[in-house]
């Protein structure tokens, strides 16, 4: 028969009440960045504007040998931004090392995208990279970060708590 909470020793309540604060405290995080229609990038964004979710996120990639994705949005984060007189500089080094066929970190860009890059490569603009940057990050918060979400670095992310 069950002796009830107190026959529990202290220590075991108190990483219980513990795990329960945690807890309350992550689903109160759910609850303020929910969705409207349930997609799940706005998580996913929510978690890149997170500093220890997007070293997590980062580390995940990298075990699954797509860290590219990652580095390529950031860098057109960092694109964004920039300084018009360097943008020039920025798009052709962001070109090279992602998009072009013989890139080293070649992200996974349909041909529309990729045309359209090259098209506009000689004038870039600070949204050079926006459509491809948006399909990058589809398909992270579409394939990635679901597995990322039963991943071991997640879990790391919630003890952070």
Same mark, same amino acid.
């Given at each position: !028969?069950?002796?009830?909470?107190?026959?529990? =020793?202290?220590? $075991?309540?108190?990483?219980?009440?513990? !795990?329960?604060?945690?807890?309350? +405290?992550?689903?109160?995080?759910?609850?303020? +960045?929910?969705?409207? @229609?349930?997609?799940? %990038?706005?998580?996913?964004?929510?978690?890149?504007?997170?500093?220890?979710? *997007?070293?997590?996120?980062?580390?995940? *990639?990298?075990?699954?040998?797509?860290?590219?994705?990652?580095?390529?949005?950031?860098? $057109?984060? @960092?694109?964004?931004?920039?300084?018009?007189?360097?943008?020039?500089?920025?798009?052709?080094?962001?070109?090279?090392?992602?998009?072009? =066929?013989?890139? =080293?970190?070649?992200?996974?860009? @349909?041909?529309?995208? +990729?045309?359209?890059?090259?098209?506009? !490569?000689?004038?870039? $603009?600070?949204?050079?990279? +926006?459509?491809?940057?948006?399909?990058?990050?589809? *398909?992270?918060?579409?394939?990635?970060?679901?597995? %990322?979400?039963?991943?071991?670095?997640?879990?790391?992310?919630?003890?952070?708590?």
């Amino acid at each position: !028969m069950c002796k009830g909470l107190s026959s529990l =020793p202290s220590t $075991c309540l108190e990483k219980a009440k513990g !795990m329960r604060i945690k807890l309350s +405290h992550l689903a109160e995080m759910h609850q303020k +960045h929910k969705v409207q @229609d349930g997609r799940t %990038f706005q998580n996913l964004e929510i978690l890149l504007s997170s500093k220890s979710g *997007l070293q997590a996120f980062y580390s995940f *990639l990298r075990l699954e040998f797509s860290e590219e994705n990652l580095e390529f949005w950031l860098a $057109c984060e @960092d694109y964004r931004v920039s300084p018009s007189h360097l943008l020039k500089t920025k798009a052709s080094s962001i070109y090279s090392q992602f998009i072009n =066929p013989d890139a =080293p970190q070649e992200v996974n860009l @349909d041909s529309e995208t +990729h045309e359209a890059l090259l098209s506009v !490569m000689d004038s870039p $603009c600070a949204d050079t990279f +926006h459509k491809a940057q948006q399909r990058i990050f589809s *398909l992270m918060s579409k394939d990635s970060f679901p597995r %990322f979400l039963r991943s071991h670095q997640c879990m790391e992310v919630i003890k952070a708590f």
